[in-house]
């Protein structure tokens, strides 16, 4: 079974982004202090899918 929290939350660093607090349940609060705006990553992403939608949702491009 994929995780594929790990190969986001490397996007996420390697593009500035921060880890901020834990959020609820078992998610991650991730900001991006340049432009100040903040995602929610669940610690076991299982579709390449919902990956590549956390991406969009940080302004990047899907990478997975």
Known sequence: M?????AVIRILRKNGWEFLRHGDG?????WNPGTRRKVSVDSKIKSRHSA???????GLPKAL
């Open 2 to 6: 994929n995780n594929f929290t790990p």
């Open 26 to 30: 078992d998610h991650d609060i991730w």
């Open 52 to 58: 590549n939608g956390v991406l969009k949702q940080a």
